[in-house]
């Protein structure tokens, strides 16, 4: 199947700095890459749709300027937590999807685990 | 906005056969997914499921589609202490991916 990498895979940064994670389609050119936040034994969440050349979709109740997505290239999309915060902490994972069209597979990012301290 | 239920636990022996049940509300979903989450890792996918298929089966996994009920299971023949794992049913049309809350699967040895 197709290949979507993530980096870091964790990540421990201070309260207060930004920390960035990159998605890359690997095999594969994706338009569009969602990024997902799992909480503790809890399912995932989606927190906004990154869109090649414009800006990203996000979800309800996702602060957009504190979770700045850059979807810059056919295959790199990246999150940003700026001012990271404890309640931050987090599961996050982004996902990718073949360009045949909307209804496809989705393949996911090994996920990074962040920790603010 | 689609509803996804999943059990949250489920306990079986070691060579038994494990199923695991999902119920889900929009019937505009075209693809049905089964995820696998091992601690700490992101999401492997282990399986889909076309809206307009039954039944579909790859080696030891049998997914299963009932369409009027809404119901979606992943049967896990010969379940193996590397099965345990949390499992997670998703599904698609036109939006990004859905999930339910998953299930932790425990593989008793």
């Known amino acids: 199947g197709a290949v979507v990498s993530q980096h870091p895979s964790r990540v421990i940064c201070k309260s207060g700095t930004s920390v960035k994670i990159e998605c890359r389609s690997l095999d594969f050119q994706a338009t569009t890459m969602f990024w997902y936040r799992q909480f503790p034994k809890k399912s995932l969440m989606l927190m906004a749709t990154s869109n090649e050349g414009s800006k990203a979709t996000y979800e309800q109740g996702v602060e957009k300027d504190k979770f700045l997505i850059n979807h810059a290239s056919l295959t790199l999309s990246t999150l940003t937590v700026t001012s990271a915060h404890p309640e931050d902490s987090s599961f996050y994972i982004c996902?990718?999807?073949?360009?045949?069209?909307?209804?496809?597979?989705?393949?996911f990012g090994q996920g990074t685990r962040l920790t603010v301290v | 906005g689609e509803d996804v239920e999943q059990s949250l636990f489920l306990s079986v022996r070691e060579g038994d056969s494990s199923v695991i049940n999902c119920t889900y509300t929009?019937?505009?979903?075209?693809?049905l997914y089964w995820y696998k989450q091992e601690p700490g890792a992101g999401l492997q996918l282990l399986t889909y499921i076309f809206s307009n298929m039954d039944m579909k089966q790859d080696q030891r996994l049998t997914v299963l589609l009932n369409k009027k009920d809404k119901h979606l299971s992943l049967r896990i023949a010969d379940t193996q202490t590397g099965d345990s794992a949390i499992y997670f049913c998703?599904?698609?049309?036109?939006?990004?991916?859905?999930f339910g809350k998953g299930t932790r699967l425990s593989v008793i040895a």
């Open positions: 929009d019937s505009s979903s075209t693809y």
């Open positions: 996902s990718a999807r073949l360009p045949r069209g909307l209804n496809t597979e989705a393949f």
């Open positions: 998703a599904f698609s049309g036109n939006t990004p991916l859905v």
